[in-house]
Structures are given as C-alpha cells and as structure tokens.
C-alpha cells in the first residue's frame, strides 16, 4: 500500500475502533475483505470514508439496523465533466438551474450519494453496480436526498433515504437501512 494510502487506511480504522467502542463492542477491528469491503464485527454494522485529510466513521450494534454507508468527499471536486460520468440526464437538468460554482457543490453531493447508497446496499446486494443505477433527488432545505434505485440493483429496495450537510471544504452523506425499513 502506497504511503498516502496507508495513511488514510490507518485513519479510517482509528475512527472505527472509536465508534466500536462508543457502540459498546468489545472487538474493535475491522477487517477487510478482498474487494477491500470492511468486515465489522460480529453484532455490529458500520461504515468509514476519508479524504486526505479527514477520515470518518460510523458504528452501530446490528440489533436494529441492516445497515449503513457514509461518504465524504471535498466540495467542488466534481466539475463539468466529471459530472456526465456520475449524473444521469433528470440529475444533470436539475443542475443546470444553478450557477456553476453551486452545481460543481451539488454534483459533489450528487456523488457523495451514491458512493454512500453503494456502501449501505453492497453488504447484501453483494455485486457492484454503476453510477446510473441511483437517481438522487436532493431536497436542500431540509438536508436530505431521496435515492430511487433502478431494478439493474439486486434488491427489494426501490428508495433509500439518505441525510447529507456542507462542513466547511467538505460534504458528507449518509443512509441507513432499518431492519423495519422494507
Ligand atoms: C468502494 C468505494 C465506494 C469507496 O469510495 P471512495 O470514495 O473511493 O473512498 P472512501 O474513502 O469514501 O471509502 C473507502 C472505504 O469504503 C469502504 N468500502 C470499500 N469497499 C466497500 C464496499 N464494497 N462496501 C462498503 N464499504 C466499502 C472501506 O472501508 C474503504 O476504506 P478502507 O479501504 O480504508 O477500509 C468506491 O471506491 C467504489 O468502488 N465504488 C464503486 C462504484 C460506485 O460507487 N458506484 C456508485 C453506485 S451508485
């Protein structure tokens, strides 16, 4: 692992180790599987994201919750062309009714999203799936993305709600699923 890899690896599992101790588990390592999806421990769900300069992480007893997936990602990163890539054409016209410094924040979270509802879903969708396989639709006043999901997702899911919030150089997206959620 390159050194700037390592670095932020080692960050991410300091963040879970402090949320597998706040969530009252006694074993604190996450491990990983070949595809580099993380193997919490046994009774509890999670998630980590980190840029190159901050790592975050969530943890909770599976009691409750199937899952759960956040992301973070530094504003602006996601530019014109970018955005074609990632957006599909309803998510691409809802951005061009924004100026282009907001819609390069937007499709960030527009991006942020979906590596979110990938991180949520994978656990037991357990195949990988594209970008245009997730609608997001944001509603901005109340902090908040519904993503509708196309059948190509081995799911009984059709939507996800999912939370996001500008902080300072960041965005950060979260979704989780309920065991009552379906
Ligand atoms: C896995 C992926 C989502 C990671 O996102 P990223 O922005 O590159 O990196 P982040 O820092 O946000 O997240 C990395 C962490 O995600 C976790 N992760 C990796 N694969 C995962 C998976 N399949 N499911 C859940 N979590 C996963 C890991 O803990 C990883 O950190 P670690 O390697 O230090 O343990 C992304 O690289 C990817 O492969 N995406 C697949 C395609 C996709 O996103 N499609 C969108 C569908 S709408």
């Known amino acids: 692992m390159a050194a700037p890899r390592q670095t932020e690896f080692l960050r991410g599992r300091h963040c879970a180790k402090t949320a597998l101790i706040q969530a009252g588990a006694s074993d604190h390592h996450v491990r990983a599987h070949e595809d580099r999806s993380p193997i919490w421990p046994q009774g509890f769900i999670g998630s980590i994201s980190h840029t190159k300069e901050i790592a975050i992480a969530v943890a909770a007893s599976a009691s409750n919750l199937k899952s759960i997936g956040i992301d973070i990602?530094?504003?602006k990163r996601v530019t014109?062309?970018?955005a074609q890539?990632?957006?599909i054409a309803s998510e691409l016209d809802w951005l061009s009714g924004f100026s282009t410094d907001q819609s390069h924040d937007l499709a960030t979270l527009i991006f942020s999203a979906?590596?979110?509802i990938?991180?949520?879903l994978y656990p037991s969708v357990q195949h990988v799936f594209g970008f245009s396989a997730v609608t997001i639709l944001p509603d901005l006043d109340a902090g908040s993305f519904n993503a509708v999901l196309s059948s190509e997702i081995d799911t009984d899911y059709t939507n996800i709600q999912g939370r996001f919030c500008f902080s300072g150089q960041d965005v950060i997206t979260s979704a989780i699923l309920t065991r009552a959620s379906l």
């Open 73 to 75: 990602e530094r504003r």
């Open 80 to 82: 014109d062309k970018l």
């Open 85 to 87: 890539e990632i957006c």
């Open 114 to 116: 979906k590596e979110t």
């Open 118 to 120: 990938y991180k949520c």
